[in-house]
C-alpha cells in the first residue's frame, strides 16, 4: 500500500510550500518581489503622521522616495532627512539600511529560511550568488573566492557579524570626538551609532542638520568615516577572506586581488584628479595637508558613500565628470556599495589587454580568466548605461535642467551613492518617481541580472556557423 505523502494543513505550513515552489521556479524574482515588498512596507511606515516631525502625512512622493533610497542605501532624498522626519522616521532610517545593506539576494535568503526553516540547493545557490553570481555558472570557482554551498550559513553569519563588528567600531572611534565637540552624551552615542550605520552600508545620511560642517577640517572624524565606507564597498566576499588569510597573501583568491588593486588604484587616481582640478576652486583657501584630506575624502565617497564636506553643485565641471565615472563604477562584488563593481572594470580591461597582446585568454596573477566572465561583465555593463541613458532621456524630457546635473544625480541613483548637485531635492515628482526606479534598478539590477543569465543557460547539442562581422 503506497503511503500517503504528509500534507502541511495549517496556513503557516501551506505558506512554507508556496514559498519554497517561488524560490525554486525563480530565485532571481522572489529578491526582487523581496525588495519591492520591503520598500512597499516602508513607504506605508513613512507615510504615517508619527513619522514626521510635523505629525501630518508625508506626501507619497516623499515616502516613497525615501524609502526606496533607504532600502536601496543609496542616499538622495526629496527632503531635509534630519529635520523632515520624526525620531520614529530616524529609526526607520537606521532599521531600512541596515536592511538593505546586506544585498538583494542575502535578504531573500534569510526571508526564505526564516519562512521555510530550511536552505535547499536553490536557496543556497541564491545565497552564494550574491556572494559570486557566478557561483551558479558552469565552470571552476576558487572557493577562497566565496563560500561554499555545504557552508552557506557562513556566508549569513559573515554579512551579520562584519557589519555589527565594523558599524560598533566605527561608533567607538566616532563618539569621542563628538564629546570633544560638546555633543551631549545619549545625543552622541545616538548620532555616533546612526553615522556608523550609514558609513558602513554607504548611505550618507546624517542626523542633524549641520551635517558634517562641525567635522569638515577634522582629519580624525572624516579618516574614520572613510574607513567606515571604504569596510563596505569592498564586499562581504573580501572580508570573509581576509579574516581567514590576512597574513598570507598568496593564498588570497583572484576576486580579493582584483577587487584591492582596482579599488585602491581608483582611490588614488580619484584624489589625485580632485586635488589638480579643485586645487584652486573648490579647495582654493585650505592648505596643503588639508587639500590631501578632502580630495580622498571626496574619492572615497565617490565610490558610494554620500558623505559631502562641500557643496557639490559648486565643484568644476570635469570634477563633476570624475566623479560620474567613480559613481558609476562604484565598489565591490556584493558589498554595500553600488555601481557596476570594481572587478568588472577589471575584467574589461584584462581583456583590452589581451587583445593588444594578441592573446586568447585572459589572464592575472598566474591564473585565465574564462570567456563567460568577460561576457557576463559587458551585460552588467550594458545594462547600467542602458538604465543611465534612458533615465537621463526621460528626465531631460520633463525638465529644463543641466545635462551635466541631470547625469550626475541619475548616476548617483543608479549607483545608490548619494552625492548630489540639489536636482534631486529641486525637481519636479515625476522626475523624482523616475529617480526612484533608478534606484530600485540599479540596486537589484545587476546581481539579479546575473542570476537570470545564469538560469537562462539551457544545453545545445549543436553549434551554428561561424562568421567574424567586422568591429571597431
Known sequence: MRARPVSRRTVFGRLQDVVDAFVASSPARFAIVIFASLILVF??????PIATSSGKQAPLVDALFTAVSVICVTGLSTVDMATYWSPFGHVLVFLGVEIGGVGVLTVASILGLVISRRLGLRQKLLAAGDANPLRIRKG????????RLGETGNLLRTVAISALVIE?????????RMLIQGVPVVDAAWQSIYISAMAFTNTGFLPTSTGLAPYAGDVWFLSVIMLGVVAGAIGFPVIYALSRNLRNPRRWSLHVKLTLITFALLLVMGAVAYFVLEFDHAFRGLDGGQRVLQSFFLSSMARSGGFSTIDISQLDGSSLLVTDMLMFIGGGSASTAGGIKVTTLA?????????ARGRDDMEAYERRIPQDVLRLGVSVVLWGATTVAVSCIVIMMMTDAALDHVLFDVISAFATCGLSTGFTANTTDAAQYVLAATMFFGRIGTVTLAAALAASQHPKLFRQPEERPIVG
Do not use: D, M, N, R
Not at 571552476?140 to 563560500?147: L, M, N, R, T
Open 43 to 48: 513607504t506605508a511606515l513613512f507615510s504615517l
Open 140 to 147: 571552476p570557482i576558487a572557493e577562497g573566492q566565496a563560500i
Open 168 to 176: 560598533a567600531g566605527v561608533a567607538i572611534l566616532l563618539f569621542p
Open 347 to 355: 575584467i574589461l580591461f584584462l581583456a583590452a589587454f589581451a587583445e
